[in-house]
């Protein structure tokens, strides 16, 4: 089995950072995309960030200049450092990620809460 656990959420005021972890653990041969997601009250989820293997990435226009996904491949760990934090990055922000075990598996963590708010 693989495991996704997040942490870093929590209540900040406009204008602050956070910056969330992930961390995948058990019988994983490699990770390919590494992903962060979030979910507002009666909305979609939607992608924030992705971090390929080789460490190129992808913002949405939405977090283009304010988010920073990176991952460091020795400890299976995923980051977003989130600046400039606004009202609306509420949310339950989610990691994914899609790792090779004994077969191919996409794996969700359990959400960790983002409240931006003074």
């Known amino acids: 089995q693989v495991q996704l656990v997040e942490s870093g959420g929590g209540l900040v005021q406009p204008g602050g950072s956070l910056r969330l972890s992930c961390a995948a653990s058990g019988s994983i041969f490699s990770i390919n995309a590494m992903d962060w997601y979030r979910q507002a009250p009666g909305k979609e989820r939607e992608l924030v960030a992705r971090?390929?293997?080789?460490?190129?990435?992808y913002y949405p226009d939405s977090a283009k200049g304010r988010f920073t996904i990176s991952r460091d491949n020795a400890n299976n760990t995923v980051y977003l450092q989130m600046n400039s934090l606004k009202p609306e990055d509420t949310a339950v922000y989610y990691c994914?990620?899609?790792?090779?075990?004994?077969?191919?598996?996409?794996?969700w963590g359990q959400g960790t809460l983002v409240t931006v708010s003074s």
């Open positions: 971090v390929f293997s080789r460490g190129n990435t």
């Open positions: 994914n990620a899609v790792v090779q075990s004994y077969r191919t598996l996409e794996v």
